[in-house]
């Protein structure tokens, strides 16, 4: 019985160490990818002072005329109707950041143009591809390896054996005498132990936070696996609605008459984003963020505007929705470390890094092994080279 038990430890010790040389690599790179993205934002502001503006700027909020300057600003330089703009509300003055989709951008990541208002949104001040500059090319290798939605099966799909391999990791790890000496690290010992004992130590203090980096990782990667698993487990999330306006043309509305009956039907939130159509039946859609909703830059909670007759077409918000839609809030702001602010982003820097560390020490301590046993078998090779006679009276007599 203790042989079995030795020999499925052994299989799976080597289980775990070619599961971590094959996907260490992949797991180093996203950890190190999205500690580089925790702060993007504020990165990508500090490569760009072309988009600096007066501090002193007005606020857009709810009841300001900056918006629709800006879109007229905007459908002067991308005329071609049935696209869609999106206005970031970032709450303080300075350059409007805004998104442009244009009439062929589809799926669950589609092409679009990043764009930066000044303040009055009266000019251009920045405008560039996503993925076409350093920040948004990180933010595509973290999530999609560079690949579009293959990217992000392959991440997402990735993430299940990562978190096999943590949970593994912890299993072989889990001491079966004393803790103290589990948890020890021996700086005397020789340097094959100390980087053992850096592999075993890193990973032991950084699981917990790490699998729930990586468990969220997947379920934002995956969302129809996201939604299934929560279907199965809970219940089926409540749907975003997806009204139409009552016609496909006509006049729109400004974007302030749509921002006050919005506000009317959902008071004492924060606005976010205002999604406003080029024309077709798309209705404008205020994004809002609830008391109770932990993302303030991606909130769940939408408002849905007749774009022609300003009529509220729909209402989706996640204090009215069931657990599942209660339990998916969470997921981002556990991911990207801004559940509370600065400290939690700060941590997820640092526990993005260890993987990387983890796949180092671990290829390390297996390059130690093979050149232990490369030296161990040239040893052998030359001793029968010495003494032939004894290597040939220990060979087994041929039938």
Do not use: C
Request: cysteine-free; overall charge positive; glycine content about 10%.
């Amino acid at each position: 019985m203790a042989s079995a038990r030795l020999s499925l430890r052994l299989i799976l010790r080597r289980l775990h160490l070619w599961m971590g040389l094959a996907l260490g690599g992949l797991f180093a790179l996203v950890g190190v990818t999205g500690s580089a993205l925790v702060y993007y934002l504020e990165i990508d502001g500090a490569l760009h002072p072309e988009i600096a503006q007066p501090t002193d700027a007005p606020v857009a909020g709810w009841d300001s005329i900056l918006w629709q300057r800006a879109l007229e600003t905007g459908k002067a330089r991308w005329p071609e109707p049935g696209g869609r703009w999106s206005f970031e509300v970032t709450g303080e003055g300075g350059a409007i950041p805004a998104r442009y989709y244009g009439p062929d951008a589809v799926g669950h990541h589609p092409k679009r143009e990043m764009v930066w208002f000044s303040a009055d949104g009266s000019s251009v001040l920045r405008a560039e591809p996503w993925g076409g500059y350093l920040m948004s090319w990180l933010y595509q290798l973290h999530m999609e390896l560079l690949m579009g939605e293959t990217g992000a099966q392959i991440v997402g799909w990735a993430g299940f054996a990562m978190l096999a391999l943590m949970i593994l990791g912890l299993w072989l790890w889990w001491p079966r005498g004393s803790w103290r000496k589990a948890l020890a690290f021996k700086r005397n010992a020789v340097p094959i132990r100390r980087v053992r004992d850096l592999h075993k130590l890193a990973g032991v203090w950084s699981a917990g936070l790490l699998i729930v980096l990586v468990a969220t990782g997947i379920l934002l990667a995956l969302p129809t696996v996201k939604t299934q698993l929560l279907t199965a487990s809970i219940a089926a999330p409540d749907e975003v609605p997806s009204p139409e306006s009552t016609s496909s043309s006509g006049r729109q509305i400004p974007i302030r008459q749509a921002l006050t009956v919005a506000r009317e039907h959902v008071p004492g939130t924060r606005l976010a984003f205002i999604d406003v159509p080029i024309g077709g039946s798309a209705p404008i859609r205020v994004r809002v963020q609830v008391p109770g909703d932990p993302h303030p830059r991606f909130p769940g909670s939408y408002v849905f505007v007749d774009q022609y007759s300003g009529e509220v077409l729909a209402v989706h918000d996640v204090r009215n929705g069931n657990a599942s839609s209660a339990t998916a809030k969470w997921f981002r702001p556990l991911h990207d470390g801004s559940i509370a602010g600065t400290p939690t982003r700060i941590l997820a820097i640092l526990v993005g890094f260890v993987p990387l560390g983890l796949f180092v020490t671990g290829v390390l301590h297996w390059r130690r092994r093979v050149s232990r046993r490369a030296v161990s078998a040239r040893d052998r090779l030359g001793l029968q080279k010495l003494n032939p006679a004894r290597t040939n009276t220990e060979r087994p007599l041929k039938p």
